[in-house]
């Protein structure tokens, strides 16, 4: 008699808290804002820079792209850099 009530209060148990973990908001930030932003307007890309690494130069650009959205429908901004090896000059 005592498992019949066990078994449907366990089950219930179980089935809150499984739901209540979803309830959970996620933490859109970033220590570094240099390479993640939150907002609806893009941020300006930097200018290309050219980097001299000794023996050769390396071109690095940097573009910020569109990387979702947050919940409540703002755009999430992740920078994005490609390096290119250059001639130095």
Do not use: F
Not at 25 to 47: Q, T
Request: proline letters at 8%; charged letters at 25%.
């Amino acid at each position: 008699m005592k498992l019949r009530l066990t078994l449907p209060l366990l089950l219930i148990s179980a089935l809150l808290v499984g739901c209540g973990a979803n309830a959970v908001a996620p933490r859109y930030s970033s220590e570094n804002p240099d390479i993640m932003r939150i907002g609806n307007d893009r941020p300006a890309d930097p200018e290309r820079s050219v980097e001299d690494l000794g023996s050769y130069c390396v071109e690095v650009t940097e573009t910020w792209n569109s990387h979702g959205r947050t919940p409540d429908g703002q755009t999430l901004w992740a920078k994005d850099t490609h390096r290119a090896v250059v001639p130095c000059d």
